[in-house]
């Protein structure tokens, strides 16, 4: 199996800055992608920020400029560097593996805790 571990999230003063980090551990054959994705209350579970393990990455609108997705393939980790942040960018933050782990035939999506970000007015 695959586990993914977040961390970093916390309570900011809008204009902050954060940074998620997130490691993943386990019986890992092959990562495909891995993201940030998150959720504020009474909404849906939107994408922030996707990176292939090539590099590419793609970003939500509302974050492009301020954030930033990274990627340590030796170690499994992805990171989420997070500027100029708003208000309406609280919610609690997923890590997102896209993957296969050893002994499946098939990726499968992995997930995360979550960590909360805050972010006071």
């Known amino acids: 199996q695959v586990q993914l571990v977040e961390s970093g999230g916390g309570l900011v003063q809008a204009g902050g800055s954060l940074r998620l980090s997130c490691a993943a551990s386990?019986?890992?054959?092959?990562?495909?992608?891995m993201g940030w994705y998150r959720q504020a209350p009474g909404n849906q579970r939107e994408l922030v920020a996707g990176?292939?393990?090539?590099?590419?990455?793609n970003y939500a609108d509302s974050v492009k400029g301020r954030f930033a997705i990274s990627r340590d393939n030796a170690k499994n980790t992805v990171y989420l560097q997070m500027i100029s942040l708003k208000p309406e960018d609280t919610a609690v933050y997923y890590c997102?593996?896209?993957?296969?782990?050893?002994?499946?035939?098939?990726?499968?999506?992995?997930w995360g805790q979550g960590t909360q970000v805050t972010v006071s007015s």
């Open positions: 997102n593996l896209e993957g296969r782990a050893s002994g499946d035939l098939w990726s499968k999506s992995y």
């Open positions: 990176i292939t393990w090539a590099g590419k990455t």
């Open positions: 386990g019986s890992i054959f092959r990562i495909n992608n």
